[in-house]
């Protein structure tokens, strides 16, 4: 009775002592991707409303104005490549959010089993495992011998990082146009703003998320071990489990 | 593992919350149950599984392994 009670005790710490650490790097994620999501969004919108106004021709290019044919190019040649920075967010953002997903429901599954906070009572839990896995998942194809991991995280936060700067910068050159700028409307400057805002968010807990990446790589042979234990325990296929039998006889 | 340790479950129940096909799920009980990692508990509802103390072990130092590597800095 004793040793089950230890062994629940110490079930409980372990899991207790990883909770808390769930809940951070659940934290850092969510703020991360969200601010990947806002920026998206805000930047959609401040550049769909400047090609409204282009097409209704409320406003009129700087460079097509200074350097006729050749700024329409460069225009359209910027457009072009928003364009595609954008589909480049948004196949990301669609990636992750599965990630993200199945992360939350794993974490809705642990906050099922919290005991009643005014309660003292411990009690185990479920959905660690599921929201563990869910990370080792995601990584494990790129922690390869041929592909490093932390490189590779570290190319995807850089692109984020350029190619988000980049559309700021266009947002920036393409709102000072024409007679008219967009520098007067105080709901497009709310707009820009926040745009950077998500950005900044975004690029400092990408410093973050590069740098504990490193270590969480180091996670995923180790379960590849304890994994293998388990495979390599005595089984005892004398005795046929119920489950299948139940099968044969149907 | 971790789904049948503070009640018993029912392969529905299983099939239900971990959301894997049925095939893997029968697999990997059976898996489980072959190892003396989960047992049978029948009761008056069925067949249910439960954690055993080597399950619980097992689980015990799968959460120290994330521990020491899930430290933010």
């Known amino acids: ?52 106004l282009f097409i209704t021709g409320q406003i009129t290019p700087t460079l097509s104005q200074r350097y006729g044919v050749f700024g329409v190019v460069i225009n359209t040649i910027q457009v072009v490549v928003l364009f595609i920075m954008f589909i480049y967010f948004i196949y990301q953002n669609f990636v992750y959010y599965s990630f993200m997903r199945r992360g939350k429901r794993a974490i809705r599954k642990i906050k099922e089993t919290y005991s009643n906070i005014y309660s003292f009572e411990y009690r185990l839990h479920q959905g660690i495992v599921s929201y563990v896995n869910n990370i080792t998942n995601f990584f494990k194809p790129y922690s390869k011998e041929k592909k490093n991991l932390s490189d590779t995280v570290t190319l995807f936060l850089y692109m984020n ?82 489950i299948l039998e139940d099968e044969q006889n149907k | 593992m971790e789904s049948c340790l503070r009640t018993p479950r029912t392969q529905t129940w299983l099939l239900r919350e971990i959301r894997l096909k049925t095939q893997a799920v ?48």
């Open chain 2, 26 to 73: 029968k697999e990997t009980l059976q898996f489980l149950l072959t190892r003396h990692l989960i047992e049978e508990v029948n009761d008056a509802d069925g067949i249910r599984y439960q954690t055993t103390k080597k399950g619980e072990e097992a689980l015990i130092k799968y959460y120290n392994l994330i521990n020491d590597f899930f430290e933010l800095d």
């Open chain 1, 161 to 242: 990082f350029i190619f988000s700067l980049y559309i700021i910068i266009l947002m920036v050159s393409l709102a000072g146009i024409g007679e008219t700028t967009l520098v007067d409307s105080p709901f497009m400057i709310f707009i820009f703003l926040t745009t950077v805002a998500s950005w900044l968010v975004g690029f400092i807990t990408s410093f973050k998320i590069r740098k504990n990446i490193l270590k969480w790589e180091k996670i995923i042979p180790k379960l590849k071990i304890w994994a293998q234990e388990l495979e390599d325990l005595p089984s005892n296929t004398s005795s046929k489990s119920e």
């Open chain 1, 1 to 52: 009775m004793e040793n089950t009670e230890n062994e629940n005790n110490e079930l409980m710490i372990s899991q207790r002592s990883l909770l808390k650490k769930i809940w951070k790097i659940n934290r850092l994620f969510n703020i991360y991707f969200q601010s990947l999501t806002f920026f998206l969004l805000y930047s959609l919108f401040y550049s769909g409303y400047l090609l409204y």
